[in-house]
Each structure stands twice: as structure tokens, then as C-alpha cells.
């Protein structure tokens, strides 16, 4: 009897919503691939696909059938349910993490309002991070039942290596949510609406800018980007955790760290750049659906510019050694952080009046 | 093992700590830029000790060689450092003269000037862009092959062909150098001192770069003296030791250029060595096309020595003269005779000294010619300095030394 009692439409009206973001961070990632190559070629003079539709706008769905028809090869000495293990928890968690970001304000279809959040809840951030930090398993749990070396080191620099981006990342927020005094990414989207010069003011990134980089700097190796790609270091350890993975099971991998990326700049572009706010338009002044689609034009706008800074970076900087990697990340945007955190708490308290 | 790593705290016998364990690092791995194996006993990410294996693609070129006509052997030098395989190209022709005792004119002298420093420029500007690779920058490796084209179109303009290009004869030059030769090495010489100084703009102060190379897999002076270290890698060491300067070969004399020389011989020091060693090699390339400008009339059509019996004679002499016809059958078949003696001869290779040791018993072909292959030495040191290393530091470590397959094994 209880399945009466239930808001079906509510509901339903979830399960679309999810559907379509599922799909679209789908769809994005599938391009931001195609994009990185795109990037890639520039900055080397070279072309970059072109084969495959026009301009090689196929050439995601090309790859993505032929990793589908790939011969699937599970090595005979790997553990086999955490070999499959791995790629589907690193998927997974990608996917989880688009659950609390506010992907717009509110729609009004047929006189009920959706709201463009799958599900607003008020440890929006902690919740994030909870989901990232599942996300070193798939890494290590697939380096580690390929039982090769190469993808060992590979999943125990990953493992090293996200556990203590995580702190800074964790560390530099908590200055953030000192101002904003909510963990819900919706509030904190609606609080930087508010500011001056259009909206832009009202922005967190000025006034937390050494915030900003440090969790930029995190999120690039959150999401083990280079220049702290360590795990799958091409030159290094050959592909890294993933070395032994085939067809889909690769592809996975792959994905799953395009929508990372996809991801980490929404999380970013909430956190510091106002979300859905587009600056300089009065959203109050239109209908309601306007304003939202708007909003949505503007995140992807602002998702879109730091997914390019990412790959900017990508194909610009060299990698880090591990040692270094640790250094950067324990001796240099922890105390940064945990500094920011103290003047924060200062000018906080000062503007109270102590 | 790991009392290297722990100096201070004692284990227990049998403790996980004291375990290490053992990475095969090639023979097909990326970082082994070629096909040679190196065995890590790695603790953790830190190589305990590192053991190198040579010959996946040993060819037994020297024992070829024996079988071979001189001019035949070229093809063989070609496939030895094949990033700069005209300077083993003229190299071995060298050799060869010295052993025939034949003087070649000053304007085959300064054509092969160019195109070896053509050829170090390739070379170095691989190493240098492979280094980058290593590091994680593949975009400074991609971006600066294009300039290499450059060069190879230069090759090809010259000889037909491009990467084993087989440049030259005993004597000169298997042709004149064309227009259109001279016309982009123009291009190449206006174009490229912009994309070194961008090359260098993106790696030489890049912090990450710096701190990935300094300090990694330093050799010092003394070592790579006794190890046989030349070229670059030893200049890096601060040694000043450069075939071209010391013993002149092909009226090097004649150049003006400095030897640029470093202080630690690590990765870092290595890579800035390689770098003005091009900006060097730009101005011998100016002066010696300078040079080869100023001939005039019949002095600007020599492109070789008059050694009839060893150089093969026009295709339309050899239809209308007999002698012409003689020796050319002479020289295909192998049928001339070789002086007998005994010849060393070294020169500036891409990577260090390379050596042809020839000895003639006076037949049709060496009694027996053996290379001296610098990356043989180098990466006889390989163990050395990458102990105690990271495993990052032992691949760039590689890399910078420029360890190419091809030329260690033979």
C-alpha cells in the first residue's frame, strides 16, 4: 500500500530529470573528447579528426563503437569480479556526483514548477566529495586486479595522490562555506546572485581567490589530469591503472574521466563563478523558463571555458614526479589553505566586530 | 638492499619493508625509445638498482661489413643513430678517404658541414623534445617536428631521401646541391632560430620542468671520463671535449663557434648543452653557406674529390667512354681494391664521438671495421646513475642521455 502513498509524479518527474542529465554529461563527455583532440591539435599545429562527419563531429560515436566491438580480455591471473569491478565503480561515482548540481533555476511545464536540481540537499558539498573520494577505488581496484606492475604503482599513486589532493580541496571550501554559511550548492549559487556590477561581483571567486586556485589546482588532480596525470603516465608506467583493460571496460575508464572533468568544472563554475547566473541580465524581469534556459546557457558557457583551461594545461605543463606531487600537495596547499581558512575566519570575525 | 634507502632504522629480517621488487622497464616499453631492457629492483617508486641488457637489435653490422664493399657499408651507418644519419654517413666516408689518403676540395668540405650540422641540429632537437615528452609535455615534441620536416626536405632535396638517407659518396657528393637545396635551407635557417627560442620559451624556465630535470641522473666528470662519456652528454659534465674542435676533420678549423659546456651533468644541464650546441650549430651553417657562396665559375660546380677508382663516374661518360665504363663496373661490383692499413677516424656524431676503427689487408672489402657507438657507452653508465633515482627520474634520465637503440647495439 505504500507505493500509492508515494508522489509518483514527483517521482517521475525525478527520473526524467536524471535521465537527461545522465545523458547529457553523457554527451558532453563523448565531445569533450573530441574537443580535447580538437584542442590538442591546435597547439601542435596539426588537425585533429576530421574524417568522420563534418569536421569529425563522428568521431566520438566512432570511437565509442569501436572500443564496443573490441575483443573483451580479462587476464587470466587478474582477479575477474574486481577486474570488471574497477571500471564500473569509476563509472558509477562519475556519474553520482551530477545529482546535487544545480543545473538551472526552476522550469514551469504545465503549470508545475521542476526544478533543475535532481535533488537539493543541504550537505550538497559534502556529498560531493563523499562520491569523489569513492572514486580513487575504481583506480585502485582496477590497478590492482590487473596484477601488473605497471597499473600497481600506477593505482598506488592514485590512491596517494587523491587522498591528499582531497584534504587541500577540502581544507580550501571550508573558508568558502564559512562565508556562505550553507553546504547546499543551491544556496550558495543563489547567495553570489546578489552582488553588484551585474552579478559579477557578487561572485565567490573575489573573495576567495587563493580559495579558487587551490581547489582548481585539487580538481586537476581529482580528476588526474596532467599536469598530475601520475596514474596513467604515458611515458612512465606505460597506461597506467588501465593497461590491461579492453574494449568497453576501457572505455569506461576513459569516460569516466571526461565526465570527472565535465563535473569538476560545474562544481567550480557553482562554487566560484555564480553557477547559473549570467551576469548583466535581469532574470526577475522574464518568464520563468526564460530565465532557466538562460541559466543553462550560461553554466554550460562557463563549464565549457574551464574545461578548455583544463586541457590548456594539459597540453602545456609537464607532469610532476611523485615526490614533487606530494611536496605541492602536503607542504603547499594544505598550510595555503589552512592560511585562507585563518584569514577568512579573521575578516569574518572582524566585520562582526569581534 | 633497502639499507641504501633506510640508513638509520634497522629491520627485521624478512620485514615487507626490506622486500623490493622487480620491474622489467622494456624491451618494449615507451620510454625505452628503441628496443633494450633495463631490470629495476624498484622499493617502492625508488630504484634499488637497475640492470641493463643490450642486443634485442643487434644487426652485426661490423660483421656485415666484412662482406661489404666500402661504399656499401654507408647503408650500414645509416641504420646506427638513425636521428642524425648523415654525420655517420660522412663519417664513414671520411674514414675512407683517410685510409685512401684522398684530400676532398674545401667546397665538399663546407657542403658536409652543413649537412652535419643539419643533421645535429635533428638530432639534439629530438633528444631535447623527447625529454619533454617524458616529462608529460607532448605538445613541445609535436609541435617542433614540423621544423625537422624543414630539415628532412633538405635531405631529400639533396639525396632523395630522408630519415637513413645514405647522403654522399667517398669523395663528395653523389651530386650537386640544387637551387632549390640552397633555397630551403634559406627557409630553414630564417624560420628556425624563432621555433628554438619558442622551444625553449616553453620548457627552459618551466618550473615544473626544472624541477623534474635538476638534479636528475647526474653524472659527474670524473665518472663520465672514465666511463668514455663525449659529446653532450660529457660537455654537460663540464668537460670541453668536442672531436670538432680537437682534431678538425671535414676544415672544421675554418668555423668560428663556441663549445657550450655545463657544470653537473644531470638531465637539466644535458638539455641546455644540447640546446646552444644548436644555436651553434646555426652559425657554422651561416658561415659555411657563406663560404660555399663564395665560389665562383667552375670553382662552385665541384661536388666531389677526382678518385675515379673509387667514385662512380658520370651515366654519360659511362656510355661513351671505356674507362668511365671500367670503373663504373669496377666499383658495383666491389672489385676495387682497398689499400691495405689501418685507420681510426672519429667524428662529432649527434651524440658523441662516433668512430669508424677500419683495418684493410688490402682485398676488396675491411678485414675488420669496428664503431665506436657512444650510446653503447652511455648506457653502460645507466645503472650507475639511475640508482637511488625515482622511476620518473630513470626515464627521463634515458631519454637525456639519448640512448638510441639503433646505435648501442649495432
Known sequence: M??????????????????????????????????????????????????????????????????????????????????????????????????????????????????LQIADINIGILYVFGVVSLGVYGIMIGGWASNNKFSLLAALRGASQVISYELAMGLSLIALLMMTGSLSLKTIVEEQMKGGWGGILGW????????????????????????????????????????????????????????????????????????????????????????????????????????FVFMWIRWTLPRFRYDQL??????????????????TGAVILARQGF | MSDILHPHITLPEGSIEKQTSTLNLGPTHPATHGVFQNILELDGERIVSAEQTVGYIHRAFEKLAERRPLYQITTLTDRLNYCSSPINNMGWHMTCEKLLKVQTPKRVDYLRVIIMELARISDHLICNSIVGVDTGALSVFLY?????????????????????????RIGGFERNFNNTAFTKLEKFMAEYPK???????????????????????????????????????????????????????????????????????????????????????????DQAYKKVQEFKGAEAEVYHADIPEYYLPKKEDVYTKMEALIYHFKIVMGETEIPAGEVYHSVEGGNGELGFYLISDGGRTPYRLHFRRPCFIYYQAYSEISQGAMLSDAIITLSSLNVIAGEMDA
Not at chain 2, 153 to 158: D, H, M, S
Request: charged residues 20%; glycine residues 6%; negative net charge.
Open chain 2, 144 to 168: 617542433v617536428m614540423q621544423y625537422r620536416e624543414l630539415i628532412y626536405e633538405i635531405y631529400e632535396e639533396i639525396c632523395g631521401s630522408r630519415l637513413t638517407t645514405n647522403i654522399g
Open chain 1, 204 to 307: 565567490n571567486i573575489w573573495y576567495q581567490p587563493l580559495g579558487f586556485l587551490i581547489f582548481f589546482v585539487c580538481a586537476m588532480a581529482e580528476c588526474n589530469r596532467a599536469p598530475f596525470d601520475l596514474p596513467e603516465a604515458e611515458s612512465e608506467l606505460n597506461m597506467g591503472y588501465h593497461q590491461e583493460y579492453s574494449s568497453m571496460k576501457l572505455g569506461f575508464y576513459l569516460f569516466s574521466e571526461y565526465i570527472n572533468m565535465f563535473i569538476s568544472c560545474a562544481i567550480i563554475t557553482t562554487l566560484f563563478f555564480g553557477g547559473y547566473d549570467m551576469p548583466f541580465i535581469d532574470e526577475s524581469s522574464m518568464s520563468v523558463n526564460m530565465a532557466a534556459l538562460i541559466g543553462i546557457v550560461a553554466f554550460m558557457a562557463k563549464i565549457f571555458f574551464f574545461i
Open chain 2, 195 to 285: 621555433v628554438l627560442k619558442e622551444f625553449e620559451t616553453l620548457l627552459t624556465r618551466n618550473r615544473i620542468f626544472m624541477e623534474r630535470t635538476i638534479g636528475a641522473g647526474p653524472i659527474a666528470a670524473e665518472r663520465a671520463l672514465n666511463y668514455g662519456f663525449t659529446g653532450p652528454n660529457l660537455r654537460a659534465a663540464g668537460v670541453d671535449y668536442d672531436v670538432r674542435v680537437h682534431s678538425p676533420y671535414s676544415s672544421y678549423e675554418d668555423f668560428n663557434f663556441e663549445i657550450p659546456v655545463g657544470k653537473t651533468g644531470d638531465c637539466y644541464d644535458r638539455f641546455l648543452v644540447r640546446n646552444l650546441e644548436m644555436w651553434e650549430s646555426l652559425k657554422i651553417i
Open chain 1, 2 to 115: 505504500i507505493l500509492l502513498t508515494l508522489d509518483w509524479a514527483f517521482i517521475i518527474e525525478k527520473l526524467i530529470l536524471i535521465a537527461i542529465v545522465v545523458s547529457a554529461s553523457l554527451v558532453i563527455a563523448m565531445y569533450a573528447t573530441y574537443a580535447e583532440r580538437k584542442v590538442a591539435a591546435v597547439m601542435q599545429d596539426r588537425r585533429g579528426p576530421n574524417r568522420a562527419g563534418p569536421f569529425g563531429l563522428l568521431q566520438p560515436l566512432a570511437d565509442g563503437m569501436k572500443l564496443f566491438f573490441k575483443e573483451e580480455i580479462i587476464p587470466n591471473s587478474s582477479n575477474k569480479f574486481l577486474f570488471i569491478m574497477g571500471p564500473a565503480l569509476a563509472m558509477l561515482t562519475a556519474m553520482m556526483t551530477s545529482a546535487v548540481v544545480p543545473w538551472g533555476n526552476k522550469l514551469e511545464i504545465f503549470g508545475t514548477t521542476v526544478s
Open chain 1, 326 to 343: 606530494m611536496n605541492l600537495g602536503w607542504k603547499g596547499l594544505i598550510p595555503l589553505a589552512l592560511a585562507n581558512m585563518l584569514i
